[in-house]
């Protein structure tokens, strides 16, 4: 009887039971190494403390579980011909995925000089957790990685973003008893919600229950098999229970599992499929338990390790020469010589477990998503231009005319559905109901008549109110291959600093290797900004996501702050066919005045800063002052300024500035889209005051900036001043209004004299006259209300 006999019999029989033991042995010998050894891989010279590395760096207690259900997915891809993905959550252990690729032969195939055989055993041992080698974790460098176990949390939300239009695609996410307490992962549950059968792939989560922390029990593991079963029943799972310890009854347990809940998934597929059926079925998950540190050193100096929070890392310093013969005692009881010929081939009889070609983990196109992108079909986003007479002659919604742009992109996208929005229940609030006469919210639970766009097979993901989710979901989207973005209100994409880090730092590391294909930018918009929060107050302002993004790697960061709406339609047309960014996107959502035509707003967002010789009176001489704007509010304020300033004193030579791009502040050196000396200095001048009015926090443009020769800088934006207020209290209260700019102007030029005296004055006195009328009437002063700009060259 031949091992693909095997496939086909349940319950399995006894051969295929012990190749697959034998499949796990191997792994957990090759993780072992990985931790522990530096040369004599294969343990055929007596053991010496040299063959072993000085500093033992890694964790144990979660891989041999790992390598467990590695070994029966593999089964299960080969007998049901799956498409499947592994997603590895509890954050450390990454010498499994490693071990398990290599024995595959996706891992030596990506990295050619980590062979199969003696010598790219010893180097795949000695490069993990050493100077110069590879993560502890599973990696960008770990083939058939989507996510990088360095912070818990997302592994489910990314399993979920995976398949969302993927219906042949099966993500198998290993959630860690520990992970399971971080907020993002307990939310995470609810994502079945929102998965469609027919259009959508499958999740199956397996909560590894190996009853540890790092030092603490987890909570999963210290509660009644009856209470886990009711917490996934009562979020819509069906749990199945594989629990145990020795190795063949848990592979017989295991493997009759693998084939109910994959039969289950089948099932549910098939239904939906030819009876058009979206409603949500009960999916299937696993609850795995197993002793943490499983099949390692049972007792170390007197104390349990396996089975406790003490197999976490690592099992045994080797700082005593006992542990040594110890060590050994340990690797040999896998039975290398049973499992490796006497080249360090893994014998023929277990590499065969291993699936073929495309259908290896380690090589699945999912996980390297960059070889499936496919571009977006895009309408010419200058077909939904703002109509701008001139210069601050109409009011618009920015948001509002984005919506019609993305609205058309789902509409040329629709046969390929490879473009969704994400964002926590904020669209309608974020102004792009235009998206909805094309589309609708993806939702796969219990409707109402009076409900509004909800659909299972919607394509815009804010029916979760969770940024996390709709992070998660997007990451794990675009990390496959797809296209998006995420709109959140600008003070709460803060709670998704730590993601969009570690996503950075995912790109980051992608693009120094050459397998790894580009994938669709990560386009974040920050919109119902800091400067207008109307009944949200003090809460809802926070624009410090600038401060964060911007000390990402510049390969990777990119910032845009467009002042109006046809700026907006250009960056964001820009961002959304990008590769391998992170895109960042503050904007305005309420009426405000529109500034440049589309032919202006595309040259002006290409160069990413440019002088406005409209707003401006130098005529292109040396001017008196520089006055500059970064964001939509700041714009309007120092325009208003320029307005005054004009009007007062006509003789003063102002220039007007505006940022779009922020990172073309820093030097060329420092950032690729940075202005060189040169251009920064005919933009803002070597040594006349600069009076920025800025979006965000004042120290950033102060860092940004730190190295240009103009230190005369003045700088003005949030300093954390704020309630529930009128939009230009809220101005004044954080000086970047009208009033604070002008006064700021005049006390930059000492040569003003007495005029400059009184106009100082005049600003002193409307700031006192606009505080008693906010006082007395609860708004502005009238003249705020009602200002229209006027160019300075009419």
Excluded at 55 to 68: R, Y
Excluded at 759 to 779: F, R, S, T
Aim: glycine share 8%; charged share 25%.
């Amino acid at each position: 009887m031949n091992s693909n006999d095997c496939l086909e019999k349940q319950p399995l029989c006894d051969e295929m039971l012990t190749k697959m033991n034998a499949w796990w042995r191997a792994a957990n010998y090759l993780a072992a190494g990985q931790l522990y050894l530096l040369d004599n891989p294969l343990l055929r010279e007596p053991l010496k403390r040299e063959h072993v590395k000085h500093k033992i760096v890694g964790h144990w207690g979660t891989v041999p579980g790992q390598n467990f259900v590695y070994t029966h997915l593999n089964r299960v891809i080969k007998r049901y011909d799956l498409d499947m993905i592994y997603i590895s959550g509890p954050g450390h252990g990454g010498n499994f995925m490693v071990a398990n690729t290599y024995m595959e032969g996706s891992y030596s195939e990506v990295y050619p000089n980590v062979s199969q055989d003696t010598e790219g055993m010893k180097k795949l041992f000695k490069q993990f957790s050493f100077p110069g080698g590879i993560s502890s974790h599973v990696a960008p460098e770990t083939p058939g990685s989507i996510n990088e176990g360095g912070e818990l949390g997302y592994s489910l939300a990314h399993a979920f973003g995976s398949v969302f239009d993927n219906p042949d695609l099966i993500t198998a996410c290993v959630v860690g008893d520990g992970e399971a307490e971080t907020g993002p992962l307990a939310t995470a549950w609810q994502s079945n919600k929102f998965l469609n059968p027919i259009n959508d792939g499958a999740v199956l989560p397996i909560l590894h229950l190996n009853g540890y922390k790092i030092s603490n029990p987890t909570i999963f593991s210290r509660i009644s098999h009856e209470e886990i079963e009711s917490f996934f029943k009562g979020c819509g799972w069906e749990p199945y229970f594989v629990e145990g310890d020795d190795p063949i009854t848990m592979h017989k347990l295991m493997a009759e599992t693998m084939d109910t809940v994959i039969e289950k998934i089948k099932a549910i597929q098939k239904n939906a499929r030819e009876n058009n059926d979206a409603s949500r079925p009960k999916w299937p998950m696993i609850v795995l338990r197993t002793p943490k540190g499983w099949t390692g050193p049972k007792v170390v100096d007197g104390n349990q390790i396996e089975g406790t929070f003490r197999a976490h890392q690592v099992p045994m310093d080797m700082s005593k020469p006992e542990h040594l013969d110890q060590l050994k005692e340990w690797m040999l009881s896998y039975k290398p010589e049973e499992l490796f010929d006497e080249n360090g081939r893994l014998v023929p009889e277990i590499a065969a477990l291993a699936p073929e070609g495309n259908h290896r983990m380690g090589a699945n196109p999912h996980a390297n998503g960059g070889l499936l992108l496919r571009d977006l079909r895009m309408p010419d986003f200058r077909d939904y231009a703002f109509d701008v007479p001139f210069p601050g002659s109409v009011e618009g919604q920015d948001m509002i005319e984005l919506g019609g742009f993305v609205r058309d992109i789902f509409k040329l996208n629709k046969e390929s559905k490879n473009f969704r929005i994400f964002g926590p229940d904020e669209t309608m609030s974020n102004r792009l109901g235009k998206v909805f006469e094309e589309t609708n919210r993806d939702w796969n639970g219990e409707k109402y008549d009076n409900d509004e766009f909800l659909a299972t097979d919607g394509r815009v993901m804010d029916s979760m109110l969770s940024e996390h989710m709709c992070e998660g979901w997007l990451e794990g989207y675009i990390l496959t291959g797809r296209h998006g973005f995420f709109a959140s209100y600008e003070a709460f994409i803060r709670i998704i600093d730590s993601m969009a880090a570690q996503h950075a730092k995912w790109l980051k590391v992608t693009s120094e290797l050459p397998w790894r294909q580009k994938i669709a930018s990560l386009n974040l918009i920050l919109s119902s900004n800091v400067w207008q929060q109307d009944h949200n107050g003090f809460t809802h302002q926070d624009p410090g996501f600038l401060d964060h993004i911007s000390n990402k790697k510049a390969d990777v960061a990119r910032i845009y702050l467009p002042p109006d709406a046809n700026c907006l339609l250009s960056c964001f047309d820009h961002c959304i066919r990008s590769k391998n960014y992170v895109n960042v996107l503050v904007t305005s959502k309420h009426p405000r005045p529109q500034w440049l035509t589309m032919e202006q707003a595309v040259k002006h967002c290409t160069q990413g800063i440019g002088i406005w010789d409209w707003a401006s009176n130098d005529k292109g001489c040396e001017p008196d002052v520089v006055l500059a704007c970064c964001g939509d509010t700041p714009t309007l304020e120092i325009l208003a300024a320029a307005t005054i300033l004009h009007k007062n004193m006509p003789d003063l030579k102002i220039r007007v500035v505006n940022v779009v791009d922020l990172m073309k502040l820093q030097p060329q050196s420092e950032h690729p889209h940075g202005l060189s000396d040169v251009e920064y200095d005919s933009i803002f001048t070597k040594d006349k005051p600069i009076i920025f009015a800025f979006h965000g926090y004042r120290k950033l443009v102060h860092e940004l900036t730190y190295n240009r020769h103009n230190r005369n800088l003045h700088v003005f934006g949030y300093m954390e001043e704020g309630t529930i207020t009128t939009p230009f209290d809220m101005r004044v209260q954080n000086e970047i209004d009208r009033f604070h700019l002008v006064k700021a102007t005049v006390e930059s030029l000492p040569q003003l004299g007495n005029k400059g005296a009184y106009l100082n004055q005049l600003m002193c006195d409307k700031l006192v006259e606009h505080k008693q009328y906010i006082a007395e009437y609860g708004q502005d002063l009238p003249e705020v209300r009602n200002w229209k700009w006027e160019s300075i060259n009419d």
